[in-house]
């Protein structure tokens, strides 16, 4: 409301000629400027509105309703009416104006040109018309800025949701392609025995060999018939710990400490065979909440391979630590061939052996796999470290 626009008045009688007009913005005595005023008071009156939009000549109208005008000789040269409406008369709406405009019978006193004659007296009307080029501009720059900014919200919007989307579809494709290569590591795991044994069969029920070569058969089909026995219960164990075996079981309260120390006495006849020694650093005390037996299977896991790959005469060490307030830190260490930096990271991978060789001593690739589950599924972590020629295996579980 504290905005003042450029406008200018024009005074026309009852049949709509021009009598006079006013404005201090507009210069409305250069050529052609009355044929220019013509066609808007024709546009203006031609209306029913009192208000209205000139968008041809970016004007906006306002007709005051009719009245009765009294000219007399004052020498000016513009129009002013005695009650001449002011500059909130250049709103949009009719405003405090239409009100006056109702009794249409109220007689003006005007200053007209000094050539006129003796009083008289017409009926008549004003009309305004107010400058709106800056209100169109303002508005076609906020429609401008309206559609660059949706389009850009849009781009926006659409990149987003293609990252979050992707960022949303990675596990799946992940679990998709892991599948696929479990799938494909399994068969190609139990062709091999398989091949061994379809092929010790059908000598077996050849006459050309005798009874020293059809025993070396039937051990060589018991050998692979206990290979194919590990494989598939390994693969039964990891397929359990994926569908969630681990969380439908209830929770207990263990204590790491005593099964860790029960388990070393287990493997250590089968340490001392191999000609290995089993040191152990066990802190009292530590107790965690999780399944007993998934517990002791990776306890199992990490000394099985302990004993298979550790130098011979070497010495496997064995401890567990409070790490921190909250978690304890179980380690393996064993000497042996150093493992690679890019080996680290794959040899929790299913079906995944540094040397394929490793596979004639009943590895199958799934064990660090399975003991990585079952660790994930009590909120820990697995690692492996190598160094000096020493590798560690360490697991951090939080306590209870």
């Given at each position: ?7 200018f008045r024009?005074?026309i ?7 006079d ?5 507009y ?14 008071v ?20 306002y ?14 040269r513009?129009?002013v ?16 104006d ?33 400058d ?6 303002t ?30 579809v ?6 998709w ?7 494909s ?7 091999t ?6 092929t ?13 070569h059809k025993?070396q058969?039937?051990?060589n ?11 598939v ?18 929770l ?8 860790v ?22 802190t009292d005390?530590?107790t965690?909440h ?6 002791k299977?990776?306890v199992e896991?990490l000394?099985?391979n ?6 011979p ?16 830190l179980l ?6 061939d ?41 909120k820990?972590?697995i690692?492996?470290?190598s160094?000096?020629?020493?590798n560690t295996?360490?697991?951090?579980l939080?306590?209870?």
């Open positions: 409301m504290n905005i003042l626009l450029p406008f024009v005074l009688d009852a049949d709509g000629k021009i009598v007009m006013d404005g201090d913005y210069d409305l005595t250069q050529e052609g400027s009355e044929a220019v005023l013509e066609e808007l024709s546009a203006a009156t031609a209306s029913e509105e009192k208000v209205g939009d000139l968008r041809d000549y970016n004007l906006r109208y007709r005051s309703g009719a009245r009765k005008w009294s000219y007399g000789k004052t020498p000016d513009n129009p009416p005695e009650t001449a409406p002011t500059a909130e008369a250049t709103s949009s709406s009719a405003g405090e239409a009100p006056a405009d109702s009794d249409g019978g109220a007689e003006v006193h005007v200053r007209v040109r000094p050539a006129e004659a003796e009083p008289a007296s017409t009926d008549g009307q004003i009309i305004i018309f107010m709106i080029s800056s209100e169109i501009a508005m076609q720059n906020l429609y401008r800025t309206c559609v660059i900014i949706g389009l850009g919200s849009f781009a926006s919007f659409l990149v987003i949701s293609i990252f979050f989307a992707r960022w949303a990675r596990p799946v494709e992940e679990a392609a892991q599948q696929r290569q479990f799938v590591d399994a068969s190609h795991e139990l062709k025995p398989l091949t061994v044994i379809l010790d069969a059908e000598m077996l029920k050849s006459p050309r060999f005798d009874e020293a025993a058969f039937v051990e089909i018991l050998t692979m018939s206990n290979q194919m026995r590990g494989l219960e390994s693969l039964l164990q990891l397929a359990r710990v994926d569908s969630g075996a681990i969380q439908k079981m209830p207990q309260t263990i204590d790491l400490s005593g099964l120390s029960d388990e070393l006495l287990t493997f250590d006849a089968l340490f001392f065979e191999k000609g290995l020694t089993l040191a152990e650093d066990i005390g530590i965690i999780g399944s007993p037996q998934h517990l299977q990776v896991i000394l099985d302990a004993q298979k790959y550790a130098s005469q070497g010495t496997v060490q064995v401890t567990l630590q409070k790490s921190g307030a909250h978690h304890c380690s393996v260490s064993d000497p042996g150093p493992i690679r930096p890019e080996d680290l990271k794959k040899i929790f991978q299913r079906f995944y052996r540094i040397d394929e060789a490793r596979a004639m001593n009943h590895s199958y690739g799934l064990g660090l796999s399975i003991a990585e589950n079952i660790v994930k599924n009590h820990g972590r690692w492996a470290e160094a000096e020629g020493i295996f360490r697991v951090e939080p306590m209870a």
